[in-house]
Antibody, heavy 113, light 104 residues
């Protein structure tokens, strides 16, 4: 069974950092486009970051450029999102996705003082 | 950056209705377009990818079409389980704002 499981969410103060992880089972991350998507409370889906299938390129939504970094460890079948300088408007459920086909259940990040 | 729009933003329909949702991209995205269904508190569920390919386990009443800048999602006969919000998605990039399908 294919499964993606996110972890690392929680409550953090504005200006703080968090590192989200996404571990895959039943699928591999090599040769796959990997994406982070978020959804703020009561809002729509928002693309956050993508890593190209060969790992050579990354792209980010403007609002997180310079603050968030997407990375992966193929040996651990894991995807990461390092989030620095967090803001209140980063509060959301964060999902990882492989290509567009497989999604995790999400992890909640709350940025609040 | 490519902008994704959807119409309508809300659609009121009855069970058995044929439902069509439109998604437009601000520039050509070929057929790199996916559609998702989302219910409150749940992760999005893939319906369609590459504009017209049916996701695994998705009922055939769902279909997708289009290429370039204009795409449609059609539900041939709306079922009670289909009342939800639908999003279009440029593969690995931007999402549309969503279309909520509710009961007329």
């Amino acid at each position: 069974e294919v499964q993606l499981v996110e972890s690392g969410g929680g409550l953090v103060q504005p200006g703080g950092s968090l590192r989200l992880s996404c571990v895959g089972s039943g699928i591999t991350f090599s040769n796959s486009w990997m994406t982070w998507v978020r959804q703020a409370p009561g809002k729509g889906l928002e693309w956050v970051a993508t890593m190209k299938h060969d790992g050579t390129e990354t792209s980010y939504v403007d609002s997180v450029k310079g603050r968030f970094t997407i990375s992966r460890d193929i040996a651990k079948n894991s995807l990461y999102l390092q989030m620095n300088s967090l803001r209140v408007d980063d509060t959301a459920v964060y999902y990882c996705a492989r290509d567009v086909l497989y999604w995790g259940q999400g992890t909640l990040v709350t940025v609040s003082s | 950056d490519i902008q994704m729009t959807q119409s309508p933003s809300t659609l009121s329909a009855s069970v058995g209705d044929r439902v069509t949702i439109t998604c437009r991209a601000s520039q050509s995205i070929s057929t790199w377009l996916a559609w998702y269904q989302q219910k409150p508190g749940k992760a999005p569920k893939l319906l369609i990818y590459k504009a017209s390919l049916l996701g695994s386990g998705v009922p055939p009443r769902f279909s997708g079409s289009g290429s370039g800048t204009e795409f449609t999602l059609t539900i041939s006969s709306l079922q009670p389980d289909d009342f939800a919000t639908y999003y279009c998605h440029q593969h690995n990039s931007y999402f549309g704002p969503g279309t909520k399908v509710d009961l007329k």
